[in-house]
């Protein structure tokens, strides 16, 4: 099949309930190879949910499939950007070990860490532009540069399916900038890149397709199409002022 | 020189054997926010102990050992019960559980007739290191530490990269296929056989020390986890041989008629490591201001 013909991610009427919450209730979405989709929606919309669920970290109703698949049988092809603020910053290791967390699979339980091994990770840095601080203790970053650190790790995984968890919460600008970039070079690249979002007003710079999330799908489809006031107030509610024409 | 030999070696090296089986796995409770856990575990030895002697009235080390495992396994699954049934966070089911199980070995060993044995609410506390003297052949300790120290270090290496991923960012790694779940069980595991290891030669107070304070106190002079790791175990072993020689000798420099017990001077002497680190951490930190 040609690259961009079959959807990357397929889900279908996720659910999920904590005790009396409806988290997800229902929610059903299509993403296609090679597209860039923003995840929004309202706090509490369960996009976060979304991502832990498609994983399976979370065990939701529904059916999730990737590259045609199920999603336990290629999770070496998925890569997941947590929230920054998911671990404890002061943990003793340093930036090039945080890296080489990605390469888990390729060395295995008791693989070695070769210099093949640390060369892929450096380079995963460099992408980012945090090749300087590879010997830093993670304590003492920015929480702009922990956020690039978290994208180099998943970017020396080498999976083409990458799913962020706000990865441009709390950042400067030029890290927002820096992961912006590195997210469309990998898209360009043939990789699917989906992250939950908060900031509307950067949603048709950065993204080529947009689900809207409320606990079940909103809207979905090419920004163009479906970033739309109607379907903002749909997700937001109608207290909502913003006109994405503008 | 055959007195310290016979008397004094083999307490010592016991202690520093427990240390370094407490200090294996005490390293990564403490990273994973879990350090209650060993102080539940070291407590929970006691009733399993006394019960074990009760059923087979045997004070053998393997049957006791098995006891204490059966209990620190117990209490692992009443402390998951208590946190989702009563919906209270797990530091305070791990404190509800330890103690009521740790005060009812004291009512168990209080009612039956058991303290002939070594068994008592002092020796619970303190152990019996200073009895752990050559006679002829060697303590049964000291090969049981020396085998459960070594098998913990070797597995500590054999699932290093996983551990560490897995205390670090648990999500992250169950994504990259590593078993979290199973890796928490093994440490809950390996911090029950070392407690009851240790808690049988040299007391519960020694090994919640020993769990936690060298831990700690490498915690907070160094930056990367094999470096604490290190500096921990150096620690421990430090303070094993201190507090020894403290106890036994102090005293009687300074001219008084007895010794102190060497589990509470060397749970002393690693408390106060962890305090003198803490002040040289904090002198740093306004340093780098």
Redesign the interface.
Same mark, same amino acid.
């Given at each position: 099949m040609q690259a961009g013909a079959e959807a990357a991610l397929q889900v279908q009427g996720l659910t999920l309930r904590y005790n009396d919450v409806l988290a997800l209730d229902g929610a059903s979405a299509t993403f296609p190879s090679g597209s860039m989709t923003a995840i929004i929606g309202p706090n509490g919309a369960g996009k976060s949910t979304f991502l832990k669920s498609v994983l399976g970290l979370v065990e939701a109703e529904g059916q999730v499939s990737a590259f045609g698949g199920p999603v336990a049988k290629v999770m070496a092809r998925i890569a997941y950007v947590p929230q920054r603020a998911a671990v404890d910053w002061s943990f003793p290791v340093r930036v090039i070990d945080v890296v080489l967390m990605g390469c888990y699979r390729k060395t295995g339980l008791l693989g070695r860490i070769d210099r093949r091994m640390t060369a892929h990770a450096m380079a995963a840095l460099a992408r980012v532009g945090m090749q300087d601080f590879a010997r830093r203790q993670i304590g003492a970053l920015s929480g702009g540069q922990q956020q690039r650190v978290f994208l180099a790790r998943a970017l020396a995984q080498g999976a083409d399916l990458i799913l962020l968890d706000e990865p441009f919460a709390g950042v400067d600008a030029a890290t927002e900038a820096a992961i912006i970039g590195v997210l469309k070079s990998l898209r360009d690249g043939g990789a699917t890149i989906i992250a939950v979002h908060h900031d509307l007003s950067t949603v048709a710079a950065y993204f080529d397709r947009v689900l809207l999330l409320n606990r079940r799908t909103v809207a979905e489809g090419a920004v163009a199409e479906t970033f739309t006031r109607t379907a903002l107030a749909q997700a937001y509610g109608p207290a909502l002022i913003l006109d994405p024409a503008a | 020189m055959d007195e310290f030999l016979y008397l004094s070696l083999p307490p010592m090296v016991i202690a520093s054997l427990a240390a370094i089986a407490c200090v294996l796995p005490g390293n990564f409770l403490l !990273?994973s926010r879990r350090a209650m856990l060993g102080d539940a575990m070291s407590h929970v030895v006691l009733p399993g102990i006394v019960v074990a002697f009760l059923l087979t009235g045997s004070g053998s080390g393997v049957v006791m050992g098995a006891g204490a495992l059966a209990a620190a396994g117990l209490s692992a699954v009443m402390i998951e019960w208590v946190t989702r049934r009563a919906g209270i966070e797990p530091g305070a089911a791990m404190a509800v559980v330890f103690t009521t199980m740790f005060a009812l070995g004291v009512v168990l060993l209080e009612t039956t007739g058991t303290s002939g044995v070594h068994l008592d609410v002092e020796h619970a506390l303190y152990g019996n290191l200073e009895s752990l003297i050559w006679l002829g052949s060697a303590p049964p300790e000291l090969l049981r530490l020396t085998l459960i120290a070594a098998g913990l270090a070797l597995a500590l290496r054999? &699932?290093w990269?996983?551990l560490? !991923?897995a *205390?670090?960012?648990p &999500?992250?790694? %169950? *994504?990259?296929? &590593?078993p979290v779940a199973w890796l928490r069980a093994g440490l809950t595991a390996a911090t029950a056989l070392a407690a009851v290891a240790a808690f049988q030669a040299v007391g519960s107070i020694l090994t919640i020390a020993m769990l936690i304070c060298p831990a700690a106190t490498a915690?907070l002079l *160094?930056? *990367? !986890?094999p470096? %604490?790791l290190a500096v921990s175990l150096g620690f421990a072993i430090a303070s094993a041989l201190l507090g020894y020689v403290l106890a036994g000798y102090a005293p009687l420099w300074i001219g008084l008629p007895f010794t102190l017990s060497a589990s509470g001077m060397i749970a002393t002497v690693s408390g106060l490591m962890l305090a003198a680190a803490a002040l040289i951490a904090s002198q740093r930190a306004r340093a780098a201001l």
């Open positions: - | !990273l054999l &699932v990269r996983p560490v !991923l *205390t670090f960012d &999500v992250f790694a %169950q *994504t990259q296929g &590593v915690r *160094t930056r *990367t !986890l470096a %604490q």
